[in-house]
């Protein structure tokens, strides 16, 4: 059965740290490896992950994708309150079918 | 460019009835898919559908179907409605291969009581 794991599920930081989230997978299809942020309702789109070793950088967010060693993690630096929400990692195993971790719910405190 | 446009946003129905939800994909997106989202699962897939076809379905009982129109909008129903149907049910669509970014919509609020 398809599986993906996300860890922390929850995570407490000041404003200003750097966090690390991460995300292993065990699926037979692999296409791509995606990365949302969920604040309250809809889940919007930060990366989109299908090569190994090459980072995906946006503002303050970064990612990158291990296809070897079957993870990816996302870092976000220097954190700041509107950054709290909950990160979904998904991948993509086909006919657009994502397999969604449980999500890290992420509390940014000023 | 609009987003992904669900409708309605909230509903609130008894056991036993039937519910239609609605989803309207970006412009030119010809894929919509329909996930499941409950604190206790997390977000699960229920089906995906592309050019009025539906390619892929997920693990959930008939009672639960969806269909596409020619224009690519997409309807999801749910009949014999149970406690445990209540949940936030999201719409994503996603343009055509190779990059398939899945957008998603605000979702419908589905309380059943």
């Known amino acids: 059965e398809d599986k993906v794991v996300q860890s922390p599920l929850s995570l407490v930081v000041h404003e200003g740290d750097t966090v690390t989230l991460n995300c292993s997978y065990e699926v037979t299809n692999f296409r791509s490896l995606l990365w949302y942020k969920q604040e309250k309702k809809a889940p919007t789109f930060l990366f989109m992950l299908t090569s190994s070793g090459i980072e995906k950088k946006s503002g303050r967010l970064s990612s990158i994708l291990d296809k070897k060693e079957l993870f990816s993690i996302l870092n976000i630096t220097a954190t700041q309150t509107g950054d709290s929400a909950v990160y979904l990692c998904?991948?993509?195993?086909?006919?657009?079918?994502?397999?969604f971790g449980q999500g890290t719910r992420l509390t940014i405190n000023p | 460019k609009a987003g992904v446009t669900q409708t309605p946003r909230y509903l609130i129905k008894t056991r036993g009835q039937q519910v239609t939800l609605s989803c309207s994909p970006i412009s030119g997106h010809r894929s919509v898919s329909w996930y499941q989202q409950t604190p206790g699962q997390g977000l699960q897939f229920l089906f995906e559908y592309f050019s009025e076809t539906q390619r892929n379905k997920g693990n959930f009982p008939g009672r639960f179907s969806g269909r596409q129109f020619s224009n690519s909008r997409s309807e999801m129903n749910v009949s014999t409605l149970e406690l445990g149907d209540s949940a936030l049910y999201l719409c994503?669509?996603?343009?055509?291969?190779?990059?398939?970014?899945?957008?998603f919509g605000s979702g419908t609020q589905l309380s059943v009581l």
């Open positions: 998904a991948v993509n195993s086909g006919a657009q079918k994502l397999v």
């Open positions: 994503a669509s996603s343009s055509p291969s190779p990059d398939e970014k899945l957008f």
